[in-house]
């Protein structure tokens, strides 16, 4: 990866560190530097939601992730680095949406796990922090796969925490997920006859249609009946006008992350009625519906950059 940086009010483009993925560690069309930096903008504001008072998630290890990256000077990670709240399209627009999916995300996982699956796989886990920070059943194991240089970074970073008591077991693998992940998953001691709740966030948005076909169909033959799959989609090619929100442009600017260019543009397959004709029970969720929900999150807007996104909850 190159060391890229962008410049802008609310600071410089990261430096390199490793770290490869929106949440997901998967470097796609040549675009390493600007996925990694990508990585770090979700942890940067999980930081900011985390000092919020209605906060809708808290994740104390995001900001550490930042600052050891280096080249983020100036990136905020307090709402009281953000001068227009909720109103900036960056940090505060964007931002809350990261923090939204967090926290939905969290919840679905904590209630497969609650509900007797004690096996969580992260798809392209990159900074991910739920086997740390979300309160687990005993005997959790929670499976995290992602590149060797996002788990090393992230595992560098880590160890220079205290160590956190009643944690899940963590067991790291290192795969890319759009080559073979089943098989070192298997090894590594996940038991496919056991009910596993999977989790790809942030991830298909990267991928080729026909690598998102391939993870499904690999999960699915890999999941007991009673496992639960949760994923983030994109409804097709957006408007021009959308296109140049300030979500978007905002991004663009200040930060140098072009989300546009690293969005896969082929059509995206219809994932959720693969699955239902597989015998999986699929429900699809706009974002907003959240929000309106737990009372605070974003809200729909004209030539909306959010509008859409979409979350796929599945049972086998």
Known sequence: MSDTTGTGPSGAGCAETGVAGAETGVAVRGAETGVARTALLVAAARAIETHRPDALARDPYAEHFVRAAGG???????????????????????????????????????????????????????????????????????????????????????????????????????????????????EAGFDPTQRTAWLAEGLFLYLPAAAEARILADLHAHSAPGSSLAYEIKLGLETAAVRDSPVYADTRERLGIDLLDLFDTEPRPDSASTLAALGWRTETRTPFAHSRALGRGPMPEKNDALAANRWVFALK
């Open 72 to 186: 983020c000077t100036g990136w905020p990670l307090h709402p009281d680095d953000v001068p227009g709240g909720e109103d900036d399209p960056l940090w505060g627009r964007l931002g809350r949406y990261f923090a939204l999916r967090t926290r939905v995300l969290d919840d679905h996982l904590g209630h497969a796990a609650h509900s007797g699956e004690r096996q969580v796989v992260l798809l392209g886990a990159g900074l991910d922090t739920r086997a740390l920070r979300l309160p687990w059943p005993e005997g959790t194991v929670v499976y995290e796969i992602d590149q060797a240089p996002v788990l090393a970074f992230k595992q560098r970073v880590l160890d220079a925490l205290p160590p956190v008591p009643g944690a899940a077991e963590r067991r790291i693998l290192a795969a890319d997920v759009r080559e073979d992940w089943a098989g070192p998953l298997k």
